[in-house]
């Protein structure tokens, strides 16, 4: 979703940087709770003791992905698990 905007080969580059850990979260407004622990995108915004505000080295760099809505969730969980990788 993010392929023409001008920070995506940056955001990539960081993205393969390093290891990852990726998880699919389930439960009552999972997109909206983890999206508050994670932090406002731009660390500098970020509330105390999220993961940006801890973490982060940048806007770019942020440390962090979480998918912006349930509809986009489905969208990324199949383009990183097969159906039978999620356990519930």
């Given at each position: ?5 001008p920070f995506?080969?940056d955001?990539?580059?960081f993205?393969?940087?390093?290891p990852v ?7 009552k407004?999972?997109?909206a709770k983890?999206?508050?622990v994670?932090?406002?995108t731009?660390p500098?915004?970020?509330d105390?003791?999220?993961?940006r505000?801890?973490?982060a ?5 942020n ?5 912006d809505?349930?509809e986009n969730a489905r ?8 159906a ?5």
């Amino acid at each position: 979703m993010h392929a023409k905007r001008p920070f995506y080969k940056d955001l990539v580059k960081f993205m393969t940087s390093g290891p990852v850990v990726i998880q699919v979260l389930e439960g009552k407004d999972a997109v909206a709770k983890y999206r508050a622990v994670m932090g406002a995108t731009n660390p500098a915004n970020a509330d105390a003791g999220t993961i940006r505000k801890e973490f982060a080295e940048s806007i770019e760099a942020n440390s962090v992905h979480g998918s912006d809505s349930p509809e986009n969730a489905r969208k990324e969980i199949k383009m990183c698990f097969k159906a039978a990788e999620i356990v519930g």
